[in-house]
């Protein structure tokens, strides 16, 4: 991932979380945990934060590390029962989402650590969500009976799923436009009388 300023990546490699600059300075090893596995590092928007995660407990489980390295790893996460999916931040920096293999999606804001379920697959895995702008809405792909993933949008405030699309049709890829006013999907619509796609 790329930090917000777009002077330094960061990496996992061999287990641990790295950054890199982007043309002269240090590289960092944030976690140093010979024996454990970190993945899916993630730069939060303000630039303070990496999120990751660790198996350092024997289950995946979420961690947050201070970008610059000079602090402790603080674990967001402490129930993990089975792989779970890449935390994605929300803009402001004080939440994330994440998915699990039970079909299961979730937020968790980082300062109170409790995550909250915001809806359960019954078919398949829920592997993308993103946050809207204002940090207020997860909009995310489901797939349904039929093999058709819909789009559909939870609102924090209100704890309530909205589809926005049926399954009649594909749909999946679900984004933002960066002021929040638009919601963009890929959905296949091409109908042919042959068997494929």
Do not use: C, H
């Not at 994605?88 to 039970?102: C, G, I, N, Q, Y």
């Not at 299961?104 to 398949?124: A, C, M, T, W």
């Not at 204002?134 to 489901?142: G, I, L, M, T």
């Amino acid at each position: 991932d790329i930090s917000p300023d777009g002077n330094r990546a960061v990496l996992t490699a061999r287990g641990d979380i790295f950054t890199v600059p982007a043309k002269e300075g240090s590289i960092r090893n944030l976690t140093q945990t010979p024996g454990i596995r970190e993945k899916y590092a993630a730069w939060s928007p303000d630039g303070k934060w990496i999120a990751y995660l660790s198996d350092r407990t024997g289950e995946d489980e979420i961690y947050i590390v201070p970008q610059e390295g000079m602090g402790k790893e603080i674990s967001i996460t402490t129930d993990g029962k089975m792989f779970r999916m890449p935390p994605v931040w929300s803009p402001d920096s004080r939440k994330l989402l994440f998915a699990d293999k039970d079909l299961r999606l979730f937020y968790v804001d980082i300062e109170q650590k409790n995550p909250l379920l915001i809806d359960k697959g019954k078919y398949f895995d829920i592997t993308q969500y993103v946050w809207s702008p204002d940090s207020n809405w997860v909009a995310y792909a489901r797939q349904e009976e039929n093999n058709n993933s819909t789009i559909n949008l939870y609102s924090l405030a209100d704890k309530k799923i909205t589809p926005v699309t049926t399954s009649f049709t594909g749909s999946q890829s679900p984004t933002f436009d960066p002021e929040g006013k638009y919601l963009f999907f890929i959905s296949q619509r091409d109908y042919n009388e042959v068997i494929g796609a």
